[in-house]
């Protein structure tokens, strides 16, 4: 599976941005699409996660209510729409995909097997 991550930039604090990750090479049925990101000087970190089959989706508690993550089955493509964004949600993002073997560990990036490049977000204050 390749992802391709799009759709980052620069945006004002309290506007919105639409990450898109497309996906290629095979279909991502039976997969778990999330996405991540990294601050200067932090660490990766958990944002959300869809299951490509039946849609369930899943956020980290400091996104939740912001933040919409969708998919496109027809497109193969997942989304991230970050609304209200403040200068905390600046960093790299990157989408990964993992097959879908259940809640667990859908945080962890250490069980995704395929990454995109990241996409920049930078929010001004």
């Known amino acids: 599976v390749q992802l391709q991550a799009s759709g980052g930039g620069l945006v004002q604090a309290g506007g919105s941005l639409r990450l898109s990750c497309a996906a290629s090479g095979r279909s991502v049925r039976g997969y778990i699409i999330g996405w991540f990101r990294q601050a200067p000087g932090k660490e990766r970190e958990f944002v959300a996660v869809?299951?490509?089959?039946?849609?369930?989706?899943y956020y980290d508690d400091s996104v939740k209510g912001r933040f919409t993550i969708s998919r496109d089955i027809a497109k193969n493509t997942v989304y991230l729409q970050m609304n209200s964004l403040k200068s905390e949600d600046t960093a790299v993002y990157y989408c990964?995909?993992?097959?879908?073997?259940?809640?667990?560990?859908?945080?962890?990036?250490?069980?995704?097997?395929?990454w995109g490049q990241g996409t920049e977000v930078t929010v001004s204050s």
């Open positions: 990964a995909a993992s097959p879908d073997r259940g809640l667990p560990t859908i945080r962890h990036g250490n069980r995704y097997h395929y």
């Open positions: 869809i299951r490509w089959g039946g849609g369930h989706t």
